[in-house]
């Protein structure tokens, strides 16, 4: 194709000139870049003993690292991948335009020609597409490089002339010179925009190159980041499995055999030393407190249970050989003597009641009888004492009617009447009198023993109602045994002890049991 000497130069002023414009603006702060300013955020954490938090902290530690690895990973990646597709699309907007560009020429010459009734149409086609490409093209030149800027303004600025010219040419007389010398004009543009368009590829595969190169080192982080990465997450999964076993499964384990040796009835282990205020060493105290709480109960009730078992195989025998032989053997002897100088009627009542007494005595193994049986030998001993110390031993018995068929301990009152008689008023000259009575205070039974003896000293008062007594001989020890025997059977009971020197001794008993049939 010829061209005329005057279009190179012609389109070499053009295309400086818009890049000078271009410039001008660009350096007028028109096509400026943005750039923002970065804040820093300090998150402060409260350090807590809660085991929970713990862990919680620990889990998002090892979350957030993870994201953070990841976050990472993608960026580099999607930022090379970002690259890449902004290259490749560049280049075939750019490709795009070149061919459409060289169409539209051939369409041009075609409707020129005039050898196709719908060249015209065909070249109103091409000439749509080739605008549309070169907007999508430019729309972005401000963001550009230098020299693909100028490619672009160039393309931009010479494509509008051309459109110009083109449109004036197609509405021109074929006939006429003008005609002829903006066709020549026209393709020398063409060919020009060709050449651009070529000029701009080139531009964007150099800046492509450049872009491949910078993402090519991105691309070697990528083995860095990773291998940080794994280094991170595996310091702190050994930090987390450190922290698990002493904090968690060390203290659980020595639990676990801990309490092994508790069931097997062994105390004598240790718990494992733990210096932390979380809940498992919370847990840790709790058990300790248990296993004390527990070998206490143990011995209490293993001392209980060996305390009741020989108290009603031995105190129950003391109780019973707390019959005087001494008084056996005056008694006997009085009946002897009234049997040959009184009449056989009072003989006879005294034998039967020494009989009843013995029997009794001897024969009873059960550790309770009823209330009835009990006022029974009261009765027959309080008979016979009378009998002996004849008005200086005066005596009363008061039992309620609901209470004669309680449950009560074997020999509960005849020890404490003896002891009444023995050491209240058989050594005073004047006598004294007893009173015996039993009553209910609603489902607790009372028992009480009063004389108006010699009475006691207050120290021993006061050892007995403390249950530290421990005189071998007189009315303490069968008392002490009493009080033992109370305390161990019922869990309500009481003896209460109430003396006062040359005034009289009152002993009071309480506990609670069912009614029972003889």
Not at 99 to 128: C, P, S
Not at 225 to 245: E, Q, S
Not at 295 to 316: F, H
């Amino acid at each position: 194709m010829n061209r005329s000497a005057e279009s190179p130069l012609l389109w070499l002023i053009l295309q400086e000139k818009c890049f000078t414009i271009g410039n001008q603006e660009r350096n007028n702060g028109r096509y400026g870049w943005c750039r923002g300013e970065e804040g820093e955020l300090a998150v402060k954490q409260k350090k807590t003993a809660s085991m929970k938090q713990k862990f919680a902290y620990m889990a998002v530690t090892m979350v957030a690292a993870s994201l953070g690895v990841f976050l990472c990973l993608y960026l580099v990646v999607s930022g090379i991948m970002g690259q890449t597709r902004q290259i490749m699309d560049d280049n075939d907007r750019n490709a795009r335009f070149q061919t459409q560009m060289e169409a539209e020429e051939n369409a041009f010459r075609h409707w020129v020609e005039g050898n196709d009734g719908n060249a015209r149409e065909e070249l109103e086609n091409r000439i749509r597409e080739t605008t549309e490409t070169v907007k999508k093209l430019t729309k972005k030149k401000d963001q550009a490089k230098t020299e693909v800027y100028r490619s672009l303004w160039a393309i931009e600025k010479s494509y509008e002339v051309y459109c110009v010219k083109r449109d004036e040419a197609m509405e021109m007389d074929r006939s006429k010179a003008e005609f002829s010398r903006a066709l020549y004009e026209i393709y020398d543009m063409q060919g020009y925009l060709i050449q651009y368009g070529g000029n701009l590829t080139q531009a964007v595969m150099k800046e492509g190159n450049r872009a491949y190169l910078q993402g090519e080192n991105r691309f070697k982080l990528i083995p860095l980041v990773v291998v940080f990465a794994a280094v991170m997450i595996t310091g702190i999964a050994v930090y987390a499995g450190k922290y698990i076993d002493r904090f968690l499964i060390e203290p659980i384990v020595a639990l676990s055999g801990e309490a092994e040796r508790v069931a097997a009835n062994d105390f004598e282990g240790q718990l494992p030393g733990y210096d932390q205020d979380d809940e498992m060493g919370h847990l840790l105290k709790a058990f300790g407190k248990m296993k004390e709480s527990t070998q206490e109960s143990l011995r209490t009730i293993q001392e209980n249970s060996e305390l009741q078992i020989q108290l009603e195989k031995v105190q129950l025998q003391m109780l019973k050989s707390q019959v005087n032989p001494h008084f056996l053997f005056n008694t006997l002897n009085m009946i002897s003597c009234m049997a040959q100088l009184e009449e056989a009627d009072t003989t006879d009542k005294m034998i039967l009641a020494m009989s009843r007494l013995f029997q009794y005595t001897l024969k009873s193994s059960e550790s309770t009888a009823p209330l009835s049986n009990e006022i029974a030998v009261v009765k027959d001993y309080l008979y016979l004492q009378k009998m002996r110390f004849g008005e200086r031993v005066q005596y009363e018995i008061d039992v309620e009617d609901d209470t004669e068929y309680r449950m009560v301990p074997s020999f509960i009152l005849q020890p404490l009447v003896e002891n009444a008689v023995i050491h209240g008023i058989s050594g005073q000259a004047s006598g004294g009198f007893i009173r015996v009575r039993s009553w209910t205070e609603g489902k607790k039974l009372w028992l009480s023993v009063e004389d108006t003896g010699a009475g006691m000293e207050p120290e021993q008062v006061e050892q007995l109602n403390s249950g530290k007594w421990k005189g071998k001989s007189g009315h303490g020890v069968g008392l002490g045994n009493i009080i033992k025997r109370v305390r161990i059977m019922y869990q309500d009971g009481q003896v209460i002890v109430r003396s006062e020197k040359k005034k009289g001794t009152c002993i009071t008993i309480g506990f609670t049991d069912t009614k029972g049939e003889i």
